[in-house]
């Protein structure tokens, strides 16, 4: 097969050769001689070879009011001329184009006619014809055409590309998609005559290579004989090229031939309606309704005119529609079940609690034929539902009562292919537990379920299981109930103790919980911890909880390190107390076991709270194995004397107590002792939660009780932005908000075209009778949050402008003071089709500004518009609250200040806080106090919880805690005399089953040193830890972390890092890929990148003359880091410090401070992409653009 091409563009010899009627070409341009109306018919061109079609391309331009047609005739001899045939004229660009071909087999001369009205002026012609030889015929393109796979209404045989000889050579479109929602009819207005495939091949080259498509535009072409051809290349719903700004989800016919007046054949229309058929099936089309496409409301099988004003498909073809719908539905309908639903989205759970009822979100199309009535069916009076069946593991329905079997009615009428959502649906399980499946259908009530026509059902595997129950008591520390209490589970349910304090949750699913118990008082939820055993389905767990008082003075009270701190006294052997797991609470008790006649004892010597209130002692225990022979006796020495109390033995767990007669502060013994009946077996008791401290309601405070009921894991679900629209009326759909200029011509509110709702706002001039010369715009003024970490400007825009030149189409930012900032956007577009436009606006906070959308027209040849919808800025900022410490105060406290309401501040006193240990994980605050020589673990609206370190007094406050707070890590120093001994610890996060990872023995001749833990691996399988000097002094102005190791957790392996001597700072990356450290050289101090993966080390020189440098801080995604550089020489005059960003990426070094000249400066961290800097002012934001204060107190860092 050849396909050959002939253009033949006019030249001035050309047109001056033709035939004028009250025209003139002058000036290179075609134009009327003083006249209201002429015509042009240029000469009679021959071709060198014979063609079958002729498309063209012209340039003209048209003031208002003037018109131009242009029309074809071919002939095969130059003497016998065919009718001239109009072409339709469409831009492209700054051309026009034909959008249909005039068609002759065998012609070989065209000839053109203009006819002019008003000030219209041709500036050029062109002529291309196009001629096909030794292409298929139509009986070998019929015998490759084949149907596509698919179920519903059969696919028509169609003829593919290969068959009716498509050159792929020309296909330069690559194919996009977009689901088919409508199928729009065409005429290609060419003879439509006996030679189809020649007509489609010179349509084929015209839209691909003349009009510079790449690929033909109609998606299937249809002959006078019903042949059915495929188009564009790509297959189903590919996005051809057919109707300006709906090619997007529209299928184009084109049907060969010209139907103004021609009715088209049976035959065409029986295809078309196949064709329809086809795509009503897969697409779930109704060939009988119409539907809101783009911009307007159109049937789902309709015509080009139904889209742009065209005369396309004719009149003829047009009239046939109706009759090509209904064919179609009926063909749909005879393959189509008349009950059949898809499911495409439900929120059905996989497990349920026997009886329970739950709410379901249901997403369903109407597949079948038959509408959905939501009120009657007109013939059958009754409506449609959504109903489900449930079938146990036999397969066997389990028929539910009435009221448990429910049926979720329609909001409307859902016709086929329509789409319908049930937000709420109820569904109640069987009261029998099991494994069952559950089926969702569609009744037609009083007629038939669905699934009776074999429309699929939703199959959902649900286990039924019988709930879980957990009750007790709330009892403080004397026995006493705790009324108003709350306890929780990890699912958030809350339960609140009666008068009684008692408390119950009766609805909970089988498996793990972690139960927590609250005094009176605002509720906060922890993080969930681990413990041990799940209840199965159907058992209850009681539990009685005990607060233990916030002045507690025991140490290792809970046994969870073992013995630690107790003194034992075994008299005889067979006698012992040992560590065990046979917790009420946690992980830790202790087991006392006494010989028949003896005793074992368990002592503690502790120094009663400065204030307390009521002092009482109180413990857990439980004897599995006692004699009423044996006694178990609490016993406290004072300075007044000893305190004794016999405790009673019950079943399980029991709670004893007794008050303690001592003063505040005084030295106390407490002493728990076992003692064995003389005739009796050996005597067992089990001992949890002893502890000392003001009684009754004068102890409350927060207590975490851990049972044998917990998550083994719990982990928070990340903080999200939090946004707000900064817009008032961005729809359009009311009359607030914006503010309509002044101007000539002004904007207004329109309904054609809106993007989405009824109304837009449309700036310019639409109507050529109107055009003038004006300014014409709208605009609203909003300020960008300066906390915001994003500001997102978007909008629908949709142009029209019929002006060659010098109208504008336009997007403003403005300044508070009417000055232009930024011009966004500008154009002068005429695309008719609504497109996005987004900015983002975030170099912007702070400001406030005006965002103003415009048209400007010239009044001079034609008219330019803007319409608008849908405008949105969103403008987001993290949520939660940031934490600063104000440490001048008595004494010092932490701020945290809510993110959305800055005004919002929670104060939390925080006695002996060393600010440089201050450290936030896990959404908790930790902090070293040198009031309690305790890592203290701060929760929001409580009193600070000490964690139970079993650190000596005067310890250093050396620990780290694992970013998502799951793992703590510390160290202990304990001075031999000549060495300093130091021990590291690894626990979980509340510091439960502790154990001793690594030891280490420093000499006071080498230098006394001990480990302090800085860094995790992201997966926590490595600590880092520096090997700290104790005791050194002098001009330090930056925290040391020299000698680093890496330290496997599970293995306790200690792998140095081979950091130098002179190391002063080191940092990991947030990915764990970079270790950072700094290494004195010279009289500077270099920083070192090396990458953890290849050990390959980058070196980033420092800057010369100062010596001191710190505050390694790197970026939460690892890109980039900051640090500080000091002189460090107090004899040189003021400090000065200098800031420096590094790119890790690139090792680019950016100046943010230089030789500043502060008392002190450190580096605390980041916020919203800023550095920030604490200075004896307080902390400052620090960018490229300078420094900005913003808090009197120390910075911290951001709880979620």
């Not at 959905?372 to 109903?387: F, I, M, Q």
Request: net charge negative.
């Amino acid at each position: 097969m050849e396909l050959r091409a002939y253009t033949w563009t006019l030249s001035a010899e050309d047109f001056e050769a033709g035939e004028f009627t009250q025209t003139v070409f002058e000036a290179g341009q075609l134009q009327l001689a003083r006249a209201e109306r002429g015509s042009y018919v240029t000469a009679a061109h021959r071709a060198p070879f014979s063609f079958i079609a002729v498309g063209a391309e012209w340039r003209a331009s048209l003031s208002a009011g003037a018109t131009f047609e242009l029309a074809l005739r071919l002939s095969r001899d130059g003497h016998t001329w065919g009718d001239w045939q109009p072409l339709y004229g469409e831009l492209q660009g700054e051309r026009w184009f034909g959008e249909n071909l005039v068609t002759l087999e065998d012609a070989q001369w065209m000839q053109a006619r203009f006819t002019l009205r008003g000030a219209a002026r041709v500036e050029g012609l062109t002529l291309t014809a196009i001629a096909v030889s030794g292409a298929p015929t139509l009986e070998q393109a019929r015998a490759q055409a084949r149907p596509l796979s698919s179920t519903g209404a059969p696919q028509p045989y169609i003829i593919p590309r290969a068959a009716w000889g498509a050159d792929e050579s020309l296909m330069t479109w690559p194919p996009e998609y977009a689901p088919a929602k409508k199928l729009i009819l065409h005429h290609t207005v060419t003879s439509g005559g006996n030679d189809p495939i020649a007509e489609i091949q010179a349509i084929y080259y015209y839209h691909a290579v003349v009009r510079g498509w790449g690929d033909i535009g109609y998606n299937y072409l249809v002959d006078k004989a019903g042949n059915i051809y495929e188009g564009r290349a790509g297959g189903l719903d590919v996005i051809g090229a057919h109707t300006l700004g709906y090619n997007a989800g529209s299928v184009g016919i084109g049907n060969l031939g010209n139907y103004s007046s021609n009715v088209p054949t049976s035959a065409m229309r029986d295809a078309n309606a196949a064709l329809a058929a086809w795509y009503g099936s897969r697409s779930y089309l109704h060939p009988l309704e119409e539907s809101l496409f783009n911009d307007r409301v159109t049937p789902n099988i309709g015509g080009h005119r139904d889209y742009d004003a065209t005369a396309c498909p004719g009149d003829a073809f047009y009239a046939q529609l109706p009759a090509i719908r209904t064919a179609a539905w009926a063909l749909l309908s005879r393959y189509t079940s008349p009950y059949a639903a898809a499911y495409l989205g439900d929120t059905t759970p996989s497990r349920m609690l026997s009886g329970s009822t739950v709410e379901v979100s249901h997403t369903l199309r109407n597949v079948g034929t038959r509408t959905w009535y939501h009120l009657a069916d007109p013939g059958s009076g009754t409506p449609y539902h959504l109903g489900y069946h449930w079938y146990d593991d036999a397969g066997d329905q389990y028929v539910q009562p009435p009221a448990e079997d429910h049926r979720t009615p329609l909001l409307t009428d859902i016709p086929y292919g329509a789409l319908t959502t049930f937000p709420s649906a109820l569904l109640t399980a069987p009261h029998t537990p099991g494994e069952y499946t559950l089926k969702w259908d569609m009744v037609h009530e009083g007629v038939t379920w669905f699934a009776a026509y074999g429309s699929p059902t939703l199959d959902v595997n649900i286990t039924v299981t019988e709930p879980v129950t957990i009750t007790g008591f709330i009892r403080d520390n004397r026995g006493a109930a705790v009324p108003g209490a709350q306890a929780t589970v990890m699912t958030g349910t809350l339960a609140t103790t009666d008068a009684s304090g008692y408390y119950s949750f009766t609805a909970l699913f089988p498996g793990a919980y972690t139960l927590q118990a609250y005094e009176p008082a605002p509720f906060t939820l922890p993080n969930g911890d681990p413990a041990y055993l799940p209840l199965s389905g159907g058992e209850t767990a009681s539990v009685t909880l005990v607060l233990a008082p916030g002045d507690d003075v025991i140490r290792n009270g809970g046994f969870e390190a073992g013995l630690e701190h107790w003194t034992v006294t075994l008299p005889v052997t067979g006698t012992y107390a040992r560590a065990s797991d046979q917790a009420h609470t946690g992980h830790g008790a202790v087991e006392l076991s006494a010989s028949e006649g003896r005793y074992v004892a368990l002592q503690q010597v502790t120094r009663l709270p400065a204030a307390v209130v009521s002092p009482t002692l109180s413990l857990r225990f439980t004897a599995p194995a006692a004699d009423p022979g044996d006694v178990l006796r609490l016993l406290v020495g004072t300075p007044a004397g000893v305190v004794s109390r016999t405790l009673p033995y019950g079943a399980g767990w029991q709670h004893g107590w007794t008050g303690v007669a001592a003063a505040s502060g005084e030295t106390v013994t407490v002493t728990v002792r076992l003692e064995a009946d003389a005739d009796a077996l050996p005597t067992t008791v089990f001992l949890d939660e002893i502890t000392l401290g003001s009684g009754g309601a004068y102890g409350w405070r927060h207590q975490r009780v851990y049972l044998p009921l917990a998550l083994r894991e719990h982990s928070e679900t990340p903080s999200s932005p939090a946004c707000e629209e900064l817009l008032i009326n961005g729809d359009f759909e009311t009359r607030e908000g914006w503010e309509i200029l002044p101007t000539v011509y002004h904007a207004a509110y329109v309904t054609a075209p809106a993007h989405a709702g009824s109304w837009a706002l449309r700036a310019g001039i639409v109507e050529p009778e109107a055009n003038v010369y004006s300014y014409s715009s709208f605009q609203q003024s909003f300020t960008v949050p300066a906390n915001a970490v994003s500001a997102d400007l978007s909008a629908w825009l949709y142009s029209v402008s019929t002006a060659p030149e010098s109208d504008l189409q336009y997007l403003l930012l403005l300044d508070a003071g009417g000055a232009v900032l930024k011009t966004l956007w500008h154009n002068r577009d005429d695309a008719r089709d609504w497109q996005p436009f987004t900015f983002d606006l975030l170099p912007y906070a702070g400001q406030t500004v005006t965002l103003r959308f415009g048209a400007y027209n010239d009044g001079e040849d034609g008219v330019t518009a803007l319409f608008v919808d849908d405008v949105s800025v969103q403008a987001c900022h993290e949520a939660g609250e940031l934490v600063f410490l104000d440490t001048a105060a008595a004494p010092p406290a932490f701020h945290l200040v809510s993110r959305s309401t800055p005004s919002d501040t929670l104060v939390l006193p925080a006695p002996g806080v060393d600010p440089l240990s201050v450290q936030l994980a896990g959404g908790h605050l930790y902090y070293w106090s040198w009031t309690t020589n305790h890592v203290m673990r701060l929760l929001p609206s409580e009193t600070p919880v000490a964690l139970p370190l079993p650190a000596p007094g005067g310890a250093y406050p050396a620990f780290s805690v694992r970013p998502d707070g799951s793992q703590l890590a510390w160290s202990i120093a304990e001075d031999l005399g000549e060495a300093l001994l130091s021990r590291l610890y690894l626990a979980d996060g509340l510091v439960l089953n502790p154990r001793l990872l690594v030891t280490r023995t420093y000499s006071y001749a080498a230098g006394p040193r001990y480990l302090d833990p800085f860094a995790w691996s992201s997966d926590g399988r490595t600590l880092y830890a520096a090997q700290m000097y104790a005791g050194i002094g002098g001009y330090i102005l930056f925290p040391w972390k020299p000698y680093a190791l890496a330290i496997d957790t599970a293995t306790g392996v200690v792998r140095a890092l081979n950091v130098p001597t002179c190391g002063c700072d080191a940092a990991l990356s947030p990915d764990g890929l970079t270790f950072a450290y700094l290494n004195y050289v010279d009289g500077r101090q270099d920083l070192v990148l090396r990458d953890l993966a290849t050990g390959a080390e980058r070196v980033i020189p420092g800057t010369p003359g100062y010596g001191q440098c710190g505050d390694l801080r790197f970026t939460s995604d690892s890109a980039r880091l900051v640090y500080a550089e000091a002189q460090g020489d107090p004899s040189a005059g003021p400090e000065r410090y200098n800031l420096r960003l590094v790119s890790l990426a690139s090792g680019e070094v950016t100046p943010l401070l230089s030789a500043v000249e502060e008392p002190s400066l450190r580096v605390v961290g980041w916020l919203e992409g800023d550095v920030v800097i604490v200075t004896e002012s307080g902390s400052e934001r620090v960018n490229a653009a300078g420094r900005t204060h913003f808090s009197p107190y120390r910075y911290i860092g951001r709880l979620p």
